[in-house]
């Protein structure tokens, strides 16, 4: 049978209004009898709340939205695991987005996410470009970035690792295990992400006494298929080098393929050494030595910060950016360096 608020209240003995914030968790100023009167009410006829009205009373909808580059990247399911546990505690849903590391996509996400109402947006975005800014300037939720920073003033929190220090700490660790013409395959540079991991790996190399060599230097996708063509590349130009810093794991795992493909031994003749520690670093032969991203506790931060902001601010508009959260990297010792 279906029933209404309204016949709710009259069959309890109370207010349309008392029913309302029973229902909505706003009861603190009712009494425990009144709360359990309508609260059989509701159970003895089943009644389920209309989310959308409710959402057009309170101007939310318990709804946040996950915008990630690549799903398929080990890397990000962990992000996303942590936003989604925190979403589930504190009572609210996530709707997870893929845009393949493509601006009209991630522009097309916002704009939707957006018009559905969403409470707000976290996002891995895919460039440092001025049509980002456009995009993230018309949002017209509160937004924290996660993963990739981003100069915006449209933005309230980050969420990210210490890059730079990460991969000068992995140059350096390299180093330390006696190679000293590292050679660097990374994805491209489009995200500060990138660019700093680029910065921490020549970095380590100048501290070092080492010059750097833009021919051992190549940049293509983060994905297993680039690692392979960079080692070609490395290999088929006759470049001097005894080990290969990857910007990522995937590129590791690539890297690690082709070169045994080729005869060599690793780490004998070549070390290798990632970035992000995805499930299978420690599943290929030899395993992965890498720099951990604490992923999970990334998208749990991200999800932390936007549900404080939102309790604090609702929809007010952004200005500058609230809150920065820095997580540092830490180094994984295994057997291919």
Same mark, same amino acid.
């Given at each position: 049978?279906?029933?209404?608020?309204?016949?709710?209240?009259?069959?309890?003995?109370?207010?349309?209004?008392?029913?309302?914030?029973?229902?909505?968790?706003?009861?603190?100023?009712?009494?425990?009898?009144?709360?359990?009167? +309508?609260?059989?009410?509701?159970? @003895?006829?089943?009644?389920?709340?209309?989310?959308?009205? &409710? /959402? *057009?009373? =309170? $101007?939310?909808?318990?709804?946040?939205?996950?915008?990630?580059?690549?799903?398929?990247?080990?890397?990000?399911?962990?992000?996303?695991?942590?936003?989604?546990?925190?979403?589930?505690?504190?009572?609210?849903?996530?709707?997870?987005?893929?845009?393949?590391?493509?601006?009209?996509?991630?522009?097309?996400?916002?704009?939707?996410?957006?018009?559905?109402?969403?409470?707000?947006?976290?996002?891995?975005?895919?460039?440092?470009?001025?049509?980002?800014?456009?995009?993230?300037?018309?949002?017209?939720?509160?937004?924290?970035?996660?993963?990739?920073?981003?100069?915006?003033?449209?933005?309230?929190?980050?969420?990210?690792?210490?890059?730079?220090?990460?991969?000068?700490?992995? +140059?350096?660790?390299?180093?330390? @295990?006696?190679?000293?013409?590292?050679?660097?395959?990374? &994805? /491209? *540079?489009? =995200? $500060?992400?990138?660019?700093?991991?680029?910065?921490?790996?020549?970095?380590?190399?100048?501290?070092?006494?080492?010059?750097?060599?833009?021919?051992?230097?190549?940049?293509?996708?983060?994905?297993?298929?680039?690692?392979?063509?960079?080692?070609?590349?490395?290999?088929?130009?006759?470049?001097?080098?005894?080990?290969?810093?990857?910007?990522?794991?995937?590129?590791?795992?690539?890297?690690?393929?082709?070169?045994?493909?080729?005869?060599?031994?690793?780490?004998?003749?070549?070390?290798?050494?990632?970035?992000?520690?995805?499930?299978?670093?420690?599943?290929?032969?030899?395993?992965?030595?890498?720099?951990?991203?604490?992923?999970?506790?990334?998208?749990?931060?991200?999800?932390?910060?936007?549900?404080?902001?939102?309790?604090?601010?609702?929809?007010?508009?952004?200005?500058?950016?609230?809150?920065?959260?820095?997580?540092?990297?830490?180094?994984?010792?295994?057997?291919?360096?």
């Amino acid at each position: 049978m279906k029933i209404t608020i309204k016949e709710i209240a009259k069959e309890a003995g109370v207010s349309i209004a008392t029913v309302s914030m029973i229902l909505n968790n706003k009861d603190k100023s009712i009494t425990d009898a009144t709360r359990m009167k +309508v609260m059989s009410v509701v159970k @003895k006829y089943n009644y389920v709340p209309n989310a959308m009205a &409710g /959402s *057009l009373v =309170t $101007q939310r909808t318990r709804i946040v939205g996950l915008i990630l580059p690549d799903i398929t990247n080990p890397f990000f399911p962990g992000i996303a695991r942590g936003a989604e546990d925190k979403a589930n505690e504190s009572d609210y849903s996530l709707i997870f987005c893929n845009t393949d590391d493509r601006l009209e996509v991630e522009e097309k996400y916002i704009e939707s996410l957006t018009k559905k109402m969403a409470d707000g947006i976290i996002i891995a975005h895919s460039s440092n470009s001025v049509k980002m800014s456009e995009i993230l300037e018309r949002c017209k939720v509160p937004v924290i970035l996660i993963d990739r920073d981003f100069k915006s003033n449209n933005t309230l929190g980050k969420v990210l690792v210490n890059n730079l220090e990460g991969a000068y700490k992995a +140059v350096e660790y390299i180093l330390s @295990k006696g190679y000293k013409k590292i050679a660097y395959l990374s &994805g /491209s *540079l489009k =995200t $500060q992400t990138a660019l700093d991991r680029f910065s921490g790996y020549k970095n380590a190399l100048s501290n070092n006494g080492i010059v750097y060599n833009e021919r051992i230097v190549k940049f293509g996708e983060y994905k297993t298929d680039w690692g392979k063509d960079g080692v070609n590349k490395l290999l088929s130009e006759k470049e001097d080098f005894d080990a290969i810093f990857c910007g990522n794991d995937l590129i590791a795992i690539g890297a690690i393929k082709e070169l045994k493909e080729k005869g060599l031994n690793i780490p004998h003749d070549v070390g290798v050494m990632g970035f992000d520690d995805i499930y299978m670093a420690g599943l290929i032969e030899p395993s992965l030595t890498t720099v951990r991203q604490p992923n999970y506790n990334m998208g749990y931060k991200a999800m932390e910060l936007l549900l404080e902001i939102l309790d604090k601010n609702g929809k007010a508009p952004r200005s500058n950016v609230i809150k920065s959260i820095t997580l540092e990297t830490e180094i994984i010792e295994r057997h291919s360096i």
